[in-house]
C-alpha cells in the first residue's frame, strides 16, 4: 500500500460515499468489545491470509461477504475487501501473492476502522498527563499553535517547549506532575482545534505497552496485553 500513513488513507477512504456507509451496528461493536481487539486482530491476520494473500484468490471479487463478521465490514469500508479494491485504491500489484508487510498494513487499516468505530473517549484526560510522556511538536505544528494563541513563534518557543530528552525536537513543556501545559482542570485541551498530531492520532493510529492500562477507553475494547495498532 502505497498511501503515506492512516491518516491519509482515511481522508481518502472519507471522500467515497460507497465507503462512508459501512458502519458497525450495535452488535458487531458488542462482538468486537467482548472478543477484545487482539482477538479481532487475528481473525482479521486469517482472513486476509486466507483470502486476499494468494495471487489468485478463490472467488475474488465475491470472497468477502457484506456481514456476519466486523472485520468483513471493515474490509468493505476500508477498499481491502478483493484484490482488484487493493489494487484500485492501494496500487497493491496484482496476480502475486501479499508480502508480509503488505499483509499487516491491511490488517493495520482495518483494525484502525474498526477501532474507530469502538472507541469512546471517556475525556478522562489521563493520555495527557503521563510522567515522562513527551509530545513532540514540527516546525508546522509550531506555527500552528503559535498562531491559534495570538502568540509569535519565538515567544511560543521560548515560553511554552523544551529540548527533547535525546536533543532532537522540541516538544510541549509539562507541569511539574507531568501533566501537558494545555490540559485544563476540567480535562479539556486548551488547544484542541490545532493540537499536535502525536495527540491527534491517539489511540487511532498509535498506541504502546502502556496505553491500555493508561486509557480507559481502550482497555473497555481490548483485551490483549499491547494491543499494538
Ligand atoms: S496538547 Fe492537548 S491533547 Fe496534547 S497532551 Fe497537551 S492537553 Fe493533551
Ligand atoms: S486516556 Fe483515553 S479515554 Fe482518557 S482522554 Fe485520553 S484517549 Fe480519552
Known amino acids: 500500500?502505497?498511501?503515506?500513513?492512516?491518516?491519509?488513507?482515511?481522508?481518502?477512504?472519507?471522500?467515497?460515499?460507497?465507503r462512508r456507509r459501512f458502519k458497525l451496528s450495535a452488535a458487531m461493536k458488542r462482538y468486537v468489545a467482548e472478543k477484545g481487539l487482539e482477538t479481532i486482530r487475528r481473525h482479521a491476520e486469517d482472513f486476509v491470509r486466507q483470502r486476499l494473500a494468494p495471487a489468485h484468490p478463490p472467488n475474488d471479487g465475491r470472497q468477502t461477504p457484506m456481514k456476519g463478521h466486523p472485520v468483513f465490514l471493515a474490509q468493505?469500508?476500508?477498499?481491502?475487501?478483493?484484490?482488484?479494491?487493493?489494487?484500485?485504491?492501494w496500487h497493491v500489484p496484482l496476480n502475486v501473492p501479499l508480502t508480509a508487510l503488505q499483509q499487516q498494513k491491511i490488517v493495520n487499516l482495518i483494525l484502525a476502522?474498526?477501532?474507530?468505530q469502538v472507541f469512546v473517549c471517556r475525556c478522562c484526560g489521563a493520555c495527557c498527563r503521563i510522567p515522562d510522556g513527551i509530545v513532540r511538536?514540527?516546525?508546522?505544528?509550531?506555527?500552528?499553535i503559535a498562531a491559534f494563541l495570538g502568540e509569535d513563534e519565538e515567544t511560543f518557543i521560548a515560553a511554552e517547549t523544551e529540548l527533547s530528552p535525546d536533543r532532537k525536537s522540541l516538544?510541549?513543556?509539562?507541569?511539574a506532575d507531568g501533566a501537558c501545559v494545555y490540559l485544563t482542570e476540567d480535562n479539556r485541551?486548551?488547544?484542541?482545534?490545532?493540537?499536535p498530531?502525536?495527540?491527534?492520532?491517539f489511540p487511532y493510529e498509535w498506541t504502546n505497552p502502556d496505553s491500555h492500562h493508561i486509557c480507559p477507553g481502550l482497555r473497555v475494547?481490548?483485551?490483549?496485553?499491547?494491543?499494538?495498532?
Do not use: Q, Y
Open 189 to 195: 485541551c486548551r488547544i484542541h482545534p490545532v493540537k
Open 197 to 201: 498530531d502525536k495527540c491527534r492520532t
Open 221 to 229: 475494547c481490548s483485551t490483549g496485553p499491547d494491543g499494538m495498532i
Open 76 to 89: 468493505h469500508a476500508t477498499a481491502t475487501c478483493c484484490r482488484g479494491c487493493l489494487n484500485r485504491w
Open 171 to 175: 516538544i510541549l513543556k509539562s507541569r
Open 1 to 18: 500500500m502505497e498511501e503515506k500513513g492512516l491518516s491519509a488513507a482515511f481522508e481518502r477512504l472519507n471522500r467515497s460515499a460507497f
Open 113 to 116: 476502522w474498526i477501532l474507530r
Open 137 to 144: 511538536v514540527s516546525e508546522r505544528e509550531i506555527a500552528r
